[in-house]
């Protein structure tokens, strides 16, 4: 590879949506050569084929064991691999480790080189997760709400009250018991069920 | 210490002493509080417990060695104070494979032996045929399975770099790759070798102790420098695991045991499988054959729990014959002092004295000798020891 051509990039991972977010962050970046492997059986050999400089991988695909293998057996590869984090780089590894991305070097790439790419794939990694996590947020909102409604509704029709009244009374006693609306709502619905 | 110990783990049976430990109050009642962690590969492991993300880690030995050493990896001593399993492999082959092996066999079925010889003989006759090199599947680089199905087949002359194709398989994808014919034969830990027969996908060619009476398989692995910060957890862990271990090794616990690691959050197998493991009676063929072995898993009889310095040397002396490392003394040391009986014995007010090593038992070469690793290695024709 020369020193101004693009490295190869392959990234390893099962899901498509951050391999999307990560290819697309490459891209931006300027490293045109990015390719994704999803299928797992025949990994060795589709990384062989594609002859990459740089391999990101999850940290959460068991197939990480697989790629040590590939730096161990060095007779079997074109060119020996090695991690990318050296001794001298342990908060480079922990901030890779923590976010969840591995990153595994063809010798002799230089470092210089190697460090935008990584950091790069961290705040990827990381902003994956937190979509997630908003996702998640999202999902358990909307459950909440459909709880609320419910036992609104069981409010309504055991004592009598409006729509208002009801939500009221779920919020005050929400509030005097320290506990979240969603929560009240579900015992309600609990302990309607059992009276049932 | 501030917050829980973090302690990662994956899930297989000899997980047991550690798994047991937390869920059964064993910890709790040293005074520890404990998250374990699953993980799904050794790779994984070894980096969290590296960088500190893990305070203690359920570990193949030959990794914490490697660790220690810094091979494949950034180095890291790594302490071991308690030995979390002996033996507990086994190799399974695919149906067409045992076949094979079964119609070339002389002698006994279950004579390590006799088994390679007769593998030599069907990779002979494959490669008269131009028929693809048999595949072998293992755990890891620096894993027991990948120097025991070494030790086995290179008995009868078969080179494993040259004759067959050893590739690594997360254990999770072992089955559906014997299945699928991505690879022929496996050698990994419990449970899986028996989902492979359930599944009738796979034969039990050999429990692993009949290869090597006694293997260290795998460690409660530490930090060094986190050890020596920590000494009164080190010797909580080590109590709350050998209690582990003798909870688990009376058979009346038996079922309860594998019910704690049939949990889905623990190993997520059936109760029944796991307990197979744990009292050595496996069905070893789809039809139903059942063999049973006294050495099959170790958790904490016979003194299986305390970390062995010559179990170490003997995996140092797989390492160097394999070409993974250069044999030198103080590469010797290093990978004797990873695992730590004074930790062990510390832990439990024992002296430590009078306590002899159990052999390695090997059914091939010379008795193993921890102070001629070189003279030792001399006696194997197949080796990639570099020059």
Redesign the interface.
Known sequence: MSADQSPKIVIVDESPVRAAILEEGLREAGFTEVVHIRE??SL?ARIYAVDPDIILID???????????M???S?AVKRPIA?F???SD?AS??AS??AGV?AYIVDGLKKERIKPILDLCVSRFNAFAKLQEELERTKSQLEDRKIIEKAKGILMKVKGLTEDEAYVLLRSTAMREKKKIGEIAQSIITASEMLK | MTGPLRIGFIPLVDAAALIVAVDKGFAAAEGLEVELVREVSWSNVRDKLNIGLFDAAHLLAPVAIASSLGLGHVKVPIAAPFNLGINGNAITVSPALHAALMEEIDGDRFDPLATARALAKVVASRRKLGAEPLTFGMTFPFSTHNYQLRFWMAAAGVDPDEDVRLVVLPPPYMVDSLRSGHVDAFCVGAPWNSIAVDLGVGHILHFVSDILARAAEKVLAVRQVWADKNPDVVAALVRAAVKAAEFIESPENLSEAAQILAQPERLGVDAEVIQRSLTGRLKISPEGTVRESGRYLLVGREGAGRPDPVQAAWLCAQMVRWGQTALSTEALKTAMAVFRPDLYDAALGHSGEGQASAPVGAFAGPAFDPQDIAGYLTSFAVSRRAP
Do not use: C, G, K, Y
């Open positions: 797992m059986q060795l940290l959460e695909n068991p197939s990480r064991d697989v790629l040590e293998a730096f161990q057996v007779r991690m984090v050296d001794q342990s590894i922990q480790v923590e591995s």
